[in-house]
């Protein structure tokens, strides 16, 4: 009986002919790496004949390459979208950079000349080889297929129990009806599950001419995650569009829906979907709606204590109106519901107008608006004073009817919670003038506003002491009474608990202002917002800047990160 010889490969021939293997050892590595389906290389280097350093210095010797170090680049700058990541992974070798028409590109076997050729086929440009060590190589390689996501048949996620549904719970079969690909819907969950663990506000799935990317907005800001490829945008949108109701079909206009991740069987998170059809495909956007942020009570918000108690002497009145104010992404929702959340008790009746609702909150009455059907906010503000109610929610007042509806409503012995789009608290009272609500009328009802942002925190881990000159922090808004050097100012630094950014979680910065017999008078009088301010100043109300200044005092974020989020 004969036996197969299997030929030796061109790095098993170049280690015989440099004195490295004997022909036999090197005929039985090639021998066992074709049995178990490896590559010679892993074979060679696992059996410990020779290191990957050693084999490296040869290589490049022997060919006369460059030789590098791939514990010194940066991930980040390597060109995505050049190669297909099978082609790097069958040949084990990855781009490095680009410059004009040449691609430099790592390599472990330099005699591997056929992938060498396939890159420069594939990619249309000269290929440079850099030899690298092997084991560094396979590692790049997996940190750039875990950050581009691009190996989605290889994704063991152990997520097989999450059951990702529609957001309306009456047909939760309907979600397999079209769109079923296993990849893909592994992928899916492994973007929104990371998204979660992350602490990430929204997912935006985002289609250009020549790649694809997600990103998450961590901390109020955008981060790349991921860049899949290309070929699954389709039935990525496709799969989110499905389990969201939405049109699969209609594809030149935008749509909302509502999806649902069931964690486990007490706990489940809601995610708002959003598309937008763009040049290139359909963008989506997912909010995620975590119902444990209404739960997580006022002193986990950042109110500071004189807030606080002004805020709770408010809300726990038996009528009247608290509004709440700040741009889009400033966390108004959370406040709202975190106050509705202490209210919410048996004997309380709420009622919600919301568009959408975004946070379910379990004994309370929640109503999405739908203009198109006619249910708008006045409707819904309507119906909610026929259905005996003590505490209303108003999602946002837009127009002079609701809010003279609400006004109404906190007249005649409700609760009534709303928000505004402003900058400050004082701005709010003459934006409600402006609307053409009288003044008595909010001389009489509105009692107290809350206008907010939020702020990054700074990473408890690496955070560093900041050598401000007294100039700028006297510019920034301290007083020279602040300045007692009885505390210090910190600055972000970057760690791996941080991912580098140097700041981990966010904070409230909040202007508290009770409505005072004083502040009514000036309402009474046609005043201006400069009016009003002055006179908060006067009462010891801190401005959001002011407010901002104290958390530097505290130690919880950095001075530029107050700067940039009350920019006066």
Request: glycine residues 8%; negative net charge; hydrophobic residues 40%.
């Amino acid at each position: 009986m004969s036996t197969t010889t299997v030929p030796i490969s061109g790095l098993a021939r170049l280690l015989v002919q440099h004195g490295r293997l004997v022909e036999s050892d090197a005929e039985a590595l090639q021998q066992s790496a074709n049995n178990n389906k490896t590559s010679f290389i892993e074979q060679l280097i696992s059996s410990r004949k020779i290191s990957a350093k050693e084999l490296a210095e040869l290589g490049a010797q022997a060919f006369g390459y460059p030789l590098f170090d791939l514990d010194k680049i940066d991930s980040s700058y390597i060109p995505t979208g050049v190669l297909d990541p099978k082609l790097m992974q069958a040949n084990r070798l990855v781009p490095l950079f680009k410059r004009g028409s040449k691609l430099f590109v790592g390599i472990s076997d330099i005699t591997n000349l056929q992938g060498l050729e396939e890159v420069r086929f594939q990619s249309g440009l000269q290929v440079e080889p850099i030899v690298v060590e092997d084991g560094k190589l396979a590692a790049l390689m997996g940190k750039l297929f875990e950050q581009s996501g691009a190996s989605l048949k290889d994704l063991n996620v152990d997520e097989a129990d999450l059951d990702i549904r529609t957001g309306e719970e009456e047909q939760p079969d309907a979600i397999n009806a079209d769109v079923d690909d296993a990849p893909v819907v592994k992928y899916l969950q492994k973007i929104l599950l990371d998204a979660i663990n992350a602490g990430a506000s929204d997912i935006h799935f985002e289609p250009y001419e020549k790649f694809y990317r997600i990103r998450y907005r961590q901390d109020g800001v955008l981060r790349e995650v991921a860049q899949p490829p290309l070929a699954i945008k389709e039935k990525l949108a496709s799969r989110i569009k499905v389990i969201s109701k939405l049109d699969i079909s209609e594809k030149r206009i935008p749509q909302d829906g509502r999806m649902k991740l069931v964690l486990s069987k007490s706990r489940a998170i809601d995610f708002r979907v959003s598309t937008l059809p763009t040049l290139h495909g359909e963008k989506i956007c997912i909010r995620i709606l975590d119902p444990t942020s209404a739960t997580l009570g006022i002193d986990a918000l950042g109110y500071d204590p004189d807030q606080k108690a002004a805020l709770m002497a408010a809300i726990t009145r038996p009528y009247g109106m608290v509004l709440v104010t700040g741009p889009t992404g400033s966390g108004k929702t959370v406040s709202l519901y975190t106050c509705l959340n202490i209210l919410n008790e048996p004997g309380i009746n709420i009622s919600t107008a919301e568009d959408p609702a975004e946070i379910n909150l379990p004994g309370v009455n929640q109503v999405n608006v739908n203009d198109k059907a006619g249910l708008t906010f006045s409707v819904a503000l309507k119906a909610f004073l026929r259905q005996d109610p003590d505490i209303i929610m108003v999602g946002e007042i837009r127009d002079l009817e609701t809010a003279d509806i609400a006004i109404k409503a906190a007249q005649t012995g409700h609760m009534v919670f709303s928000t505004l789009h402003t900058n400050d608290a004082p701005t709010t009272l003459t934006r409600m003038l402006n609307m053409g609500v009288a003044p008595f009328n909010i001389a009489s009802s509105v009692i107290l506003i809350t206008a907010q942002r939020l702020a990054r925190r700074l990473c408890s881990q690496c955070k560093a002491p900041a050598d401000i000159p007294p100039e700028a922090l006297l510019d920034a808004g301290y007083t020279e009474a602040d300045l007692d050097g009885t505390w210090q100012p910190y600055r972000p630094v970057g760690c791996d608990v941080c991912k580098g950014t140097g700041y981990k979680g966010r904070l409230g910065i909040y202007q508290v202002m009770p409505i005072s017999d004083e502040m009514n008078r000036i309402i009474m009088k046609n005043g201006t917002a400069i009016d009003i301010a002055d006179q908060a100043r006067a009462e010891g109300v801190r401005d959001l800047r002011h407010s901002g200044l104290l958390k530097v005092k505290q130690g919880l974020t950095s001075l530029e990160e107050v700067m940039a989020v009350t920019n006066e």
